[in-house]
């Protein structure tokens, strides 16, 4: 069973940062592209910024300059480091992620979600 856990939410002021990661756990053969997603009330949930396994990366064109994604291939994990946050940037953060769980098993994974408040 794969999970994805997602932290480091939280409230924070317009114009301040934070940083979320997601671990990967579970019987991992491999992971190919890990994103993160955001959905604020009343709106759809869209991409926020994706990275492939070859370090290929897109961002959303709301937080380009702003945001910056990474990820830690050795401990299955992905970051979102957010700076200049907006009160608009108010959302859940939902990690996702490709994950084959062996040679030939490939499936898309959801974490659970983490709040990001930007507020005064």
């Known amino acids: 069973q794969v999970q994805l856990v997602e932290s480091g939410g939280g409230l924070v002021q317009p114009g301040g940062s934070l940083r979320l990661s997601c671990a990967a756990s579970?019987?991992?053969?491999?992971?190919?592209?890990m994103g993160w997603y955001r959905q604020a009330p009343g709106k759809q949930r869209e991409l926020v910024a994706r990275?492939?396994?070859?370090?290929?990366?897109t961002y959303a064109d709301s937080v380009k300059g702003r945001f910056t994604i990474s990820r830690d291939n050795a401990k299955n994990l992905v970051y979102l480091q957010m700076n200049s946050l907006k009160p608009e940037d108010t959302a859940v953060y939902y990690c996702n992620a490709d994950i084959k769980t062996s040679g030939w098993d490939r499936r898309n994974y959801w974490g659970q979600g983490t709040q990001v408040t930007v507020s005064s």
């Open positions: 579970g019987v991992i053969f491999s992971i190919d592209a």
């Open positions: 990275i492939t396994s070859g370090d290929r990366i």
